[in-house]
């Protein structure tokens, strides 16, 4: 058996997904033990996973699970998952944080194997059934915190603190506490191995309600060195992820109508349960200046684009809360475009320069520039023609410093347009 293990540790490294799925059928059928198996399953959940075979990885991490005596359950009931969630509450809620981190290490060979391939099926549901990753996470906790913690274990707590933020849960604060958990749970079992996966869930998914954005940037690059070292270069692409990258494309080079069939495409995929990501963030804000741009030309849909705008505007106000570093502006400049469209002038330009400085103060430059930018449109509007020439010279600096010299130039064509209309040229 140790020879079919190397070879298709081999055939999984060198990517050669088909001749490894070949030769695994004799070891699995002939092999004097299921614990023998074990280091084959392994390699080929792995390859599977590599091949873009997602669902047959699931179907045998389950298979596997169930030989190790941990049943989960194929199809996810609202009923199943509301137990399994207040179930690990309950268990959670008798551990101090001391109590967590200093649970012993995990030595039970059958508990380390269900760990291991709990692991492997909580990254393929997550692309596959994304409704069944949080029970998996639960599942791993419940076995830490009853037979010792192993490396994945940090892992799990970070995935479990994603889910506390998500949307329908949002507890914030107990999302925030399990990244913290799994940082220092990580620390003291050296789990260096995992700082790829977990910093991408703390600093991408939980840390962003309570810190700063740029404080995360140093930990998204010491994650990126440390798995592109060990080879740790797994990543996904949603479609979603695609269909947000041209929307912001088509906002920020003024292409308004393309924006906005993007929106509408992408209420085909709402946010998901397991956690709530930057740029699905980002996505939100932006479909909410969408919304009042559309409500202001006052067409037949005036009514249903206001209506969205004002329920982004409404999450933003919640989401500031947590982070008035990362939202304030954001909020502000959804409240300017508001009021531009319900013809509140005064409370408009109190709005956008409020806006304006919240975003300089904490360093969001590209979003200083928007501000300015939807400033002079608003100026425009109102005729004042040297205030809209100032708004779109001081967007562009904001877009300079940004280095988006795409948009930059966007903004030269509208100065050179406005400025023979100005009393000083």
Known sequence: MGLYDACTEALYVTGD?????????KPLRF??????????????????WGAGQLDQGVS????????????VPAQITAEAF?????????????????????????TDSNKLATMQFLNHLLHQVYTTKPVMAPIVAFRMI????????????????????????SPGVSEIEGGYRMGRIATELMKRI????????????????????KEPFQASLSKHLEAFDIGSSRGDCQQSVTGKSLIIAHQFVAFWTGDMDVAADMYEVCKQFPLGSNARQV?????????????????RK???DEANWTAIGEDVLATMKKWEEGSAWNFRNKRLLLEAEYNFLIGDDQQTLNCYTASINAARAHRFYHEEGLAYEKAATFLLNKNNHDGALDCFMNAKKCYEAWGAHGIVGRVERAIAVLLPLCADN
């Open 142 to 165: 419940e076995i830490s915190i009853q037979h010792g913690v192993c490396n994945i274990a940090p892992f799990a707590f970070g995935v479990y603190g994603s889910f506390l933020v």
């Open 190 to 209: 050296n789990a260096i191995e995992i700082i790829p996966r977990l910093y991408t869930t703390l600093y991408g998914l939980i840390n962003i309600w």
């Open 82 to 106: 509301h137990t399994e969630a207040a179930r690990v509450k309950t268990i959670l809620s008798g551990c101090s944080d001391d109590h967590l981190l200093s649970l012993p290490i995990m």
């Open 298 to 300: 006052h067409r037949g």
């Open 17 to 25: 997904h088909s001749r490894l799925e070949a030769l695994v059928d």
């Open 279 to 295: 740029h699905l963030l980002i996505s939100t804000w932006i479909d909410g200046l969408i919304a009042f741009y559309f409500a």
């Open 31 to 48: 092999a004097r033990s299921f614990e023998d198996t074990l280091n084959i399953y392994n390699n080929l959940v792995r390859s599977f």
């Open 60 to 71: 045998t991490c389950m298979r596997v699970l169930a030989q190790l005596g941990e049943v």
